[in-house]
């Protein structure tokens, strides 16, 4: 079964599974990854992202945006718009699921970690330093530079291809490596709030607050990068 929404589905879903994979291995209590830091983490996620961009085009997508931050943003550079809410709708049920499919691979690790934000982390992002206004900041910077970047890669003249997902991943790496060290930078809505949802009703031994009051800060936050992702797309791309 094959359509542009399976793979954004499909896509988001191994992106987030790999992705908050890789962080329920460095965090959770007597995993053989405990403790592996942040190298280990952004280049988790860099690969993560270029197995979910490879699944949503084999599952039909040729957009494979796996992130709606990136679909709202091509929604503003071709005036069409006609993709967003089903793909948004795709991408989150997929981080959903992919979150879902992480608490049960880590199934017997969960109660033996103490500290609830180890297990919040494992799943959405929170601030290292809580304060609004420097977060907000924090998340659009991040996601601005991967959609203006990601398309700075994908409009390269004469690109081989199957290249671009692997230059994307690296994009993915760099940016965790540089920029999350502040807030974890989702850079992503459906991985931050599918993945939120999946934490508050999942039955996750110890896990304490969902954190929402910090989810409009990341989810607005990354939907801000976009649009002005794609607001420097029309200045110097188009």
């Avoid at 992919?98 to 017997?108: A, D, E, K, R, T």
């Avoid at 939120?196 to 039955?203: F, G, N």
Wanted: charged residues 10%; glycine residues 12%.
């Amino acid at each position: 079964m094959q359509s542009p929404v399976v793979g954004e589905f499909m896509g988001t879903m191994v992106l987030v599974l790999i992705g908050n994979g890789v962080i329920a291995d460095v965090l959770l209590k007597h995993s053989k990854a405990e403790g592996g830091g942040w190298m280990v983490t952004s280049t988790g996620w860099g690969f993560a992202a270029m197995a979910g961009i490879f699944t949503a085009m084999a599952c039909g997508s040729h957009d494979a945006n796996i992130n709606p931050a990136v679909t709202l943003a091509l929604g503003i550079v071709t005036h069409d718009f006609s993709k967003l809410l089903p793909y948004i709708a795709a991408q989150t049920l997929g981080a959903f699921v992919g979150s879902v499919l992480v608490w049960l691979h880590f199934l017997s690790h969960w109660k033996p970690t103490q500290e609830p934000i180890l297990k919040l982390s494992c799943f959405c992002s929170h601030p290292a330093i809580p304060h609004k206004a420097a977060n907000f900041v924090c998340e659009v910077i991040a996601t601005t530079l991967l959609v203006f970047v990601g398309a700075c890669i994908m409009t390269r003249p004469n690109l081989p291809p199957g290249l671009a997902p692997f230059l994307i991943a690296a994009l993915v790496w760099g940016l965790i490596l540089a920029l999350a060290g502040t807030t974890g930078s989702s850079m992503n809505p459906a991985r931050d709030l599918g993945s939120r949802i999946a934490h508050a009703v999942l039955p996750i031994a110890g896990k304490g607050s969902s954190d929402w009051g910090y989810a409009p800060i990341s989810i607005i936050g990354t939907f801000g990068g976009g649009a002005l992702g794609a607001l420097a797309i029309r200045l110097f791309l188009v």
